[in-house]
Structure formats: C-alpha cells, structure tokens
C-alpha cells in the first residue's frame, strides 16, 4: 500500500457537495485517512471566475500512480467536469499531489505536482495535515515550501473537514 496526497478543488455548482462527492467516489477505491480543513481560495490564471473551495486528502492506496490518475480523471467526469482551457472554472479537480516518495514524470503525468511549491492554495491545507512531509525532488518539509511563499494572500479557511466529511 501506497500513501498519496491528493488536491481536491470546485468552483462550480454546490462547491461543498462537490468536495463531499468527490472524497466518497475516492474512498470506494482506496482508504481515506485524513483530511484537511476546508479553504476558500481566489482563481489563479483565469481570474474572472468563482471562488474555489480546495481541501487536500491522505490515502492510502493499491493503486500505481498511472490508475490512481485514471480514478482521478474518472471521478472528475462522473461530477460533470468537461474537458476545458487551463485554468477553468469546474466543478471538481482531483490532483495527485504526492505518492509516497516516488518521482514520476511521463508526459500526461507528473508526481510530485509540478506546481505543488508554488500554490498557496495546496500548502496551506497540505501543511495542516501533513507538515513534515518532504518533497522528493526539491527536499524540503511542506512547511518549509510553504513559508517560503512569504505572505499567504487569498487562501481563507472556510469550514473543518467535517463540514465535508459529514455530507459524504
């Protein structure tokens, strides 16, 4: 069994069912362990758009990171997300933040996220439920990539994981 780290994030519909739905579609194929608080979050790229709601989520799996992505894809399109430019409003964004400490890098799909350092909007909740994990390539602690960020602006703490959990 693997641990892996997944983002979750929705901007469109009920954001908070979205969140609900997607960790139970999620706990059908592997076995959720902890998640983190909810953050309401400014868009980044695309700015003229809803909010999000992001939440980030530790697993323990079976699954290889390639079927961990198609579960990911498949849970995105069974909650109505279509295919769309980059940074698109949607209703639900399964991303594979980490899988153990493995580093993989094929061209549909690169563990650990490639822009993973540089969110605010995966740290901050990442942080809350897994601080000292240390990234494999760039070696440092989640807390430390997160304080290297500086000011944390546009991630604001929404609801405790249970306002999730509970609706699942």
Known sequence: MATAYLGLGSNLGDRRLNLARALELISRRAAVEKVS???ETEPLGFTEQPKFLNAVCRISTSLSPRELLL?????????????????APRPIDVDILFYGDEVVSCPDLRVPHPRLAERAFVLVPLAEIAPDLVHPELGKSVTELLSELGTISG????????????RR
């Open 37 to 39: 608080s909810v953050y």
């Open 71 to 87: 579960m990911a894809k498949e849970i995105e399109a069974a909650l109505g997300r279509e295919p769309s430019f980059r940074n």
């Open 155 to 166: 991630v604001y703490k929404w609801a405790g994981a249970e306002e999730i959990l509970s």
